[in-house]
């Protein structure tokens, strides 16, 4: 059985920057953070494969870095530049091999229970 824990979410002013963590208990393959702003689907930010390597949504390259410290057993989402559109409850989540769809939601078994980013104008 795999936990995730969301933390570091919160208010800022557009332009800021929030660095989000993610706890991990038990073992993962490739993991991505996901969003939801209320009314819209759930939509893929970023993943990361066991290998490091990292795939980002278009509306957020250039601005966001996904990693994972493997010692530490966390997940993390620098976040920078932010925009009023990156609002959104953020989710990680966990597959258990490699996925072919990184941004398909039903690709990953685990979820945490979210953390808020505000962004204000």
């Known amino acids: 059985q795999v936990q995730l824990v969301e933390s570091g979410g919160g208010s800022v002013q557009a332009g800021g920057s929030l660095r989000l963590s993610c706890a991990v208990i038990g073992s993962t393959s490739c993991m991505g953070w996901f969003r939801q702003a209320p009314g819209k689907e759930r939509e893929g930010v970023a993943n990361?494969?066991?290998?490091?390597?990292?795939t980002y949504a278009d509306s957020v390259k250039g601005r966001f870095t996904i990693s994972r410290d493997n010692t530490q057993n966390t997940l993390y989402l620098q976040m920078n530049s932010l925009k009023p559109e990156d609002t959104a409850m953020y989710f990680c989540?966990?597959?258990?091999?490699?996925?072919?769809?990184?941004?398909?939601?039903?690709?990953?078994?685990?979820w945490g229970q979210g953390t808020q980013v505000t962004v204000s104008s």
């Open positions: 990361i494969d066991t290998d490091g390597r990292a």
């Open positions: 989540a966990a597959a258990v091999s490699s996925v072919i769809s990184w941004s398909s939601p039903p690709a990953y078994k685990y």
